[in-house]
């Protein structure tokens, strides 16, 4: 069998580069995979199934919390975030969220105890992440703030009486 190649000279093989790159971008964005980094993209898409927020009979003293879930795309932001007590983002997500108006998305919530709301995977649908953190306005001092690694399947999220915690599983 004979291969006949189509592409001559220097633009042909400019225009080869072209429909082959095209043709690697448009696998990775179809496929719903990962994309390498090479290609410039960098996170992954959120595709939970179920999404629920508990809060315990004893949440925050028998009190309302707040909580986000914070979407984040860029990694020097998530570099921040990581080190950032549930107090101050609470203090700065408006101001955050200007700052970085395409790099951070997060939805709110306010559980009273007892509490048990099962949010739409699809509130969490956009742009790539690469990570995503859930921080809870407790009044007593600490870090109220846990990263999500999965971001597929399920997601709980709960509220105790002083402390927030989450579990994911496939």
Same mark, same amino acid.
């Given at each position: 069998?004979?291969?006949?190649?189509?592409?001559?000279?220097?633009?042909?093989?400019?225009?080869?580069?072209?429909?082959?790159?095209?043709?690697?971008?448009?696998?990775?964005?179809? !496929?719903?995979?990962?994309?390498?980094?090479?290609?410039? *993209?960098? #996170?992954? =898409? +959120?595709?939970?199934?179920? @999404?629920?927020? $508990?809060?315990?009979?004893?949440?925050?003293?028998?009190?309302?919390?707040?909580?986000?879930?914070?979407?984040?795309?860029?990694?020097?932001?998530?570099?921040?975030?990581?080190?950032?007590?549930?107090?101050?983002?609470?203090?700065?997500?408006?101001?955050?969220?200007?700052?970085?108006?395409?790099?951070?998305?997060?939805?709110?919530?306010?559980?009273?105890? !007892?509490?048990?709301?099962?949010?739409?995977?699809?509130? *969490?649908? #956009?742009? =790539? +992440?690469?990570?995503?953190? @859930?921080?809870? $306005?407790?009044?007593?001092?600490?870090?109220?703030?846990?990263?999500?690694?999965?971001?597929?399947?399920?997601?709980?999220?709960?509220?105790?009486?002083?402390?927030?915690?989450?579990?994911?599983?496939?």
């Amino acid at each position: 069998m004979k291969v006949v190649s189509i592409w001559r000279g220097s633009a042909g093989r400019a225009g080869a580069l072209l429909l082959a790159g095209t043709l690697a971008a448009s696998t990775v964005l179809l !496929g719903g995979c990962s994309a390498p980094s090479f290609l410039g *993209f960098k #996170g992954d =898409r +959120v595709k939970w199934k179920q @999404v629920v927020l $508990n809060a315990a009979d004893d949440a925050n003293g028998n009190s309302p919390v707040a909580v986000d879930v914070v979407l984040v795309s860029d990694e020097a932001l998530q570099g921040r975030l990581v080190e950032l007590p549930a107090s101050k983002w609470f203090a700065g997500r408006t101001d955050l969220s200007n700052t970085y108006p395409g790099s951070l998305r997060f939805r709110s919530w306010e559980l009273v105890p !007892g509490q048990r709301l099962e949010v739409p995977p699809q509130e *969490f649908e #956009g742009p =790539r +992440v690469t990570a995503v953190f @859930v921080f809870a $306005n407790y009044p007593e001092p600490g870090a109220h703030r846990v990263r999500i690694d999965q971001f597929s399947g399920t997601l709980a999220v709960q509220l105790s009486s002083s402390a927030v915690s989450v579990s994911t599983s496939k």
